[in-house]
């Protein structure tokens, strides 16, 4: 660490935050006391004095202009002020508290707002008593009682210096890293007896009571980590781009930045080179500690030290669990963790970890960040067992608090505020030390992608799906009951990307696990019978499918009694076979039973009811009641929608079959905003997903006919469904491929 420049008024110190020690600089052996020579003049104290200033912090600080014009506004004594101000800046390590208090005293000593600017470190009490003491010292206050031997009588003289008329109001007491109990207690002691003296204090604690306000400091933001890094790089070239990735990678963390951008000095690296070492092993940064360019004492790995090991074992063990979730700007909710059983200890531990600015609130109380950096080095530190056992734990709380993945309102957005923190900690289970048997990853993949699934995000469910097969698969046998489960989901993925031979295997596969455990009249086999049924239904194998429904019908309507929601289920698909192989009048009843069963069971606005009157109004309209069609086809719409927003493909079919009705109804006008819509959706899904939607060319043959219907040219409506699958991102090769068959290319 180099010894800070001396200032003309006496020399300067640098108290490095929260790390205890006084580095003076000065010779303490050596003490000339010319003053006490008889006949020599009486000691007189400096008129001005800064001590424990860093200039290097003075002149090196970046940013912060709004804070520090408050900050002056705040210190600057009244004119009548008999008490003048007290303020604490808190935030956790290396987040700039120290820089930012010394380069504060300067400012205020600079603009003679201030005569007395002393930076004293307040790590514990001895070591402030101490530092108060030599501040009679020749060098620096130049009071009498520096030739006393005992500490009592020159720590009692510099406070009376202190509190004198004269001197007070032109004081500012700077008191760095007063974090512990005892230290802040003696800061509210030293408060009191010097009223009339400013006081800064910097600390990693929050709250600080009555009569001293305290300021948060937070991480830098983007431009000033810009600047600040440009300032310490200015050696080496590098866009706006590259230093924003370096500060995004840090959390804008400004000790972080500093200690990267002397890692990358050392090493000679580009701030590019840095970014791509940083993402593959960031050991080397986080282990970095040059003195001769950083005066923190510590190196980034170890900045964290001291708060967490002041933390009692329960509040550190959520500490090590919350190393995994999504880091800023993604805040937690904690609203789906008030149903568990122990929420209100939980809820004490994280005001622990708050009050140790381990981890801050959101402007909504309901929510918490955890600071990127601090999880890096948590992460880069456990151990195997550590790592083994906060994800473990981790991963059970998650399945105590999941919501069901099918729709509700409120489940659904319990998913989007959790999904962040999902992938972050499911990408973590990825590690090769991870032993994902024995613990709760299966449920959780398999929770989260079904809810993807029914987002129509298929792309990112799959992986999830296959995941969990593969675990169950190793851990429980290929025969196992919650092997066909998995089965039967991945199945559905494959299904509604269009690949019904892979899906059609799985479903199979999964029927025979459950006929041969439970025997073929079990309500879990009824559930197989009922998807491979489907997907027989989907690839016009109906002989076969109808077989199919009718025994899932029959084995639930036993189990459950004529009303359950699972009857309305087969009572929905079998209806729908009936109707497309001509026999309305059976199917008629059906449905009304069906809407009627999901009507009481979820209420009139849910997505189970949007089907069933989505297939009854098809119904109506197969038997030219097209008006009475309308009404359960748009309730339909107006429920999907609500339900799953205006872009899912659960939407886009409802469009698609609104859109037949209005073109039977001699309302081709009307029918092309939903037609257009529905095709759009579809195309969007192919070119995301990379799966042609298995709607996708009935949706084009029904735009393009419609089109030619409305009075345009085939070369015309051509030219319409092109520009709507350019527009979806699709490729000239994926058009060719799907472009209606009676319609030649362009």
């Known amino acids: ?131 108060i003491s030599r501040l009679c010292e020749r060098d620096n206050l130049n009071l009498p009682s520096q030739a006393a031997k005992e500490q009592e009588p020159r720590y009692r003289e510099v406070l009376a210096f202190l509190k004198a008329q004269e001197t007070a109001r032109r004081t500012l007491l700077i008191l760095d890293g007063a974090d512990e109990k005892p230290s802040r207690e003696f800061v509210h002691e030293l408060r009191k007896e010097l009223p009339s003296c400013a006081f800064l204090i910097t600390s990693r604690h929050a709250d600080w009571g009555k009569g001293i306000d305290g300021f948060p400091l937070d991480l830098f933001s983007e431009p000033e980590a810009l ?33 990267a951008a002397s890692y990358i000095r050392d090493a000679h690296l580009t701030p590019a080179a840095w970014l791509a070492e940083w993402q593959q092993t960031p050991s080397a940064t986080l282990s970095h500690h040059n003195p001769d360019h950083l005066e ?14 002041r933390l009692p074992g329960r509040a550190r ?35 622990l970890l708050s009050k140790a600015s381990l981890i ?26 550590e790592r083994q056992a906060s994800l473990t734990a981790c991963l059970n709380i998650l399945k105590a608090t999941l919501p069901d993945p099918d729709w509700s309102q409120e489940g659904w957005q319990t998913w989007t505020l959790l999904s962040p923190h999902l992938q972050t900690i499911i990408a973590a289970t990825e590690h090769p030390e991870f032993q994902p048997i024995e613990t709760s990853l299966t449920y959780v993949l398999n929770q989260f992608a079904l809810w993807l699934r029914n987002r129509a995000q298929h792309a990112e469910a799959e992986p999830l799906q296959r995941r969990a097969l593969k675990i169950d698969e190793a851990s429980q046998g290929p025969d196992h009951p919650t092997v066909a489960i998995r089965l039967n989901n991945l199945a559905q993925v494959l299904q509604a990307t269009n690949r019904a031979n892979e899906a059609e295997q799985l479903m199979r596969r999964a029927l025979k696990i459950d006929e041969a455990l439970y025997g073929p009249t079990h309500t879990t086999v009824a559930v197989d019978l009922n998807n491979l049924a489907t997907l027989l239904y989907a690839t016009n194998r109906l002989g076969e ?34 109707q497309d192989t001509n026999r309305p009048a059976e199917a008629e009843p059906l449905h009304h039973r069906a809407l009627k069963i999901v009507e009481a069971t979820f209420g009139p606005d849910h997505p189970r009811v949007a089907i069933s009157l989505n297939n009854l109004a098809q119904l109506l309209q197969a038997t030219n009641r097209l008006r009475e069609a309308e009404e359960p086809m748009r309730r339909a719409l107006k429920i999907d929608e609500a339900s799953y927003g205006p872009d899912h493909p659960e939407v886009a079919v409802t469009l698609n079959n609104l859109a037949q009705l209005l073109k039977d109804m001699n309302r081709p006008g009307e029918a092309k905003e939903p037609m257009r819509r529905t095709v759009d959706i579809f195309v969007r899904f192919t070119a995301q997903t990379g799966h042609e939607h298995p709607h996708l060319r009935a949706a084009l043959d029904n735009y393009f006919t419609l089109l030619l219907e409305s009075g345009q040219t085939e070369g015309n409506a051509l030219q319409s469904l092109v520009s709507a699958l350019m527009e979806g991102g699709m490729s000239h090769e994926q058009i060719e491929n799907v472009l209606p068959g009676e319609a030649s290319s362009p």
């Open 360 to 385: 801050r609130w959101e402007a909504d109380p309901s929510q918490v960040l955890v600071h990127r950096l601090l999880q890096t080095c948590m992460r880069a530190a456990f151990s195997t067992e």
């Open 545 to 578: 499918a109808e077989r199919l429904m009718r025994r899932s019908l029959k084995i639930v309507e036993t189990s459950y009694g004529p009303d359950h929601f699972d009857v309305a289920r087969d009572l929905n698909n079998l209806a729908q076979l009936l």
């Open 227 to 259: 600047a600040f890094l440009r300032d310490r790089l200015s050696s080496l070239t590098a866009s706006d781009k590259t230093l924003s990735g370096v500060a995004q990678a840090l959390d804008h963390l400004p000790l972080g930045l500093e200690i």
């Open 1 to 131: 660490m180099p010894k800070p420049d001396p200032a003309q008024q006496g020399l300067n110190t640098q108290n490095s935050e929260g790390a205890g020690n006084v580095l003076s600089g000065r010779d303490t052996h050596i003490r000339e006391f010319h003053n006490h020579i008889p006949g020599q003049k009486p000691l007189e104290p400096p008129k001005r004095l800064t001590y424990g200033l860093s200039t290097s912090a003075h002149e090196g600080f970046i940013g912060r202009a709004d804070l520090l014009k408050q900050l002056m506004k705040e210190l600057k004594p009244g004119k009548r002020a008999v008490i003048l101000p007290a303020r604490a800046i808190h935030a956790d390590g290396g987040v700039g508290k120290t820089s930012l208090a010394a380069h504060l005293g300067w400012l205020l000593f600079e603009k003679e707002v201030f005569d007395y600017v002393l930076f004293l470190g307040a790590a514990t009490r001895e070591s402030l008593e101490s530092e």
């Open 317 to 351: 063990a959520l500490l090590h669990i919350l190393a995994w979730i999504a880091p800023r700007p993604a805040a937690l909710s904690l609203k789906p963790f008030e149903v568990l059983e122990g929420w209100p200890q939980l809820r004490g531990d994280l005001d």
């Open 296 to 309: 923190y004492p510590l190196s980034l790995a170890r900045v964290w030290d001291q708060s967490v090991a």
